[in-house]
């Protein structure tokens, strides 16, 4: 029985995507990826790398009127954004034989197997996953308390209603400010669990571990190297703020988490080892391959710009710089 995720992503976060995609397969082997291409590069390198498991769609494919006059207004990561329930609607709308679809950001890898998170879904319509604050940063829920990393929807009527609502309200607004109870893709979702009764909160504590809660966290790993999290296998970290450098090193998380508790060492090693080796599949397609390597110094002058220009200046250039 194929389990079927889908995911967006262009040549900058093609190697992030590979290694996403790579770890996902380890450890779940029924898993068929549906890749919405952003860019024709992407999609040449991952026709070309002969990946069974992936289907690739066409950014053209997707796109309708309205969502290329939203298009217009919107910058890079704002217009992903926006795509992220377009992506599972049309993969569901072109593919009777999917019954069930979690949508998954690039970014992500894998440590073990899904299928504690599947068993725990069970047959619900809807599954998300809460951000899991730690505690200085929980005032940061107003930007959402769900984060769309992973997001499930069953082809029945309450999943189908809300994938739709979802789909219509990101495409009327989409931006990455916070207005009128709204935030990019993801604030939307705050009200689903009290909107439809089948929607499912994962709680399994080895899901969704990222920057703004490894601090509360206690990592361990056993006699065979396998991480584990508050004593339950680590299934899968979000890799937020993380960079290849053109250099070969990588940037792994500003001072923001970091000084406050070091980042998990084990767990950034495996994505940097993931990452390598996906980038070495990609260099054997397409040689000389730079797709999201950031430049050296550039990294390193915003990372002194994040430790010491006054925050009231950040937030006033914020207005003024597209992401």
């Known amino acids: 029985m194929t389990t079927y995720f889908c995911t ?12 996403m995609m790579e770890s996902l397969v380890q ?26 498991y992936i289907t690739c769609i066409a950014l053209a494919d997707i796109e309708t009127p309205e969502l290329l006059e939203a298009k217009k207004s919107r910058g890079v990561a704002e217009y992903c954004w926006t795509l992220s329930p377009c992506l599972p609607s049309f993969v569901l709308q072109h593919h009777s034989e999917i019954d069930f679809i979690t949508y998954l950001d690039s970014d992500l890898l894998f440590y073990s197997p899904l299928r504690p998170i599947f068993d725990e879904i069970g047959n619900s319509s809807i599954a998300i996953i809460e951000h899991r604050f ?46 009128d109870g709204k935030m990019g893709d993801q604030k939307y979702l705050d009200e689903w669990p009290d909107l439809y009764p089948n929607c499912h909160i994962i709680e399994h504590p080895g899901a969704g571990v990222a920057p703004w809660n490894y601090e509360k966290l206690d990592f361990t790993q056993d006699a065979s ?27 792994r998380l500003s001072t923001f988490y970091t000084a406050v508790c070091e980042e998990p060492a084990a767990v950034y090693e495996a994505y940097e080892r993931a990452l390598m080796r996906a980038l070495k599949v ?16 550039k990294v390193i002058a915003r990372r002194w710009a994040q430790r010491h220009v006054p925050l009231p200046v950040k937030r006033f250039l914020h207005n003024f710089i597209r992401y």
């Open 8 to 19: 967006l992503f262009d040549s900058g976060y093609l190697i992030k995507g590979m290694a």
């Open 27 to 52: 450890w779940c082997p029924d898993a068929h990826v549906f890749v919405l291409c952003m860019d024709q590069q992407t999609q040449e390198i991952l026709t070309a790398s002969k990946r069974s």
């Open 134 to 179: 730690a505690p200085r940063l929980q005032n940061r829920e107003v930007n959402g308390r769900f984060c769309v990393e992973w997001v499930s929807f069953r082809r029945d009527e309450e999943g189908m209603r809300c994938l739709a609502r979802w789909r219509e309200q990101c495409i009327e607004w989409c931006y990455y400010r916070l207005e």
């Open 225 to 251: 190297g396998k991480i584990e999290v508050d004593g339950s296998p680590l299934i899968f970290y979000h890799f937020h703020q993380f960079q290849l450098l053109t250099n070969g090193l990588f940037d």
């Open 282 to 297: 990609i260099r054997t397609i397409s040689p000389g391959f730079s797709g999201g390597l950031r430049p050296f110094f």
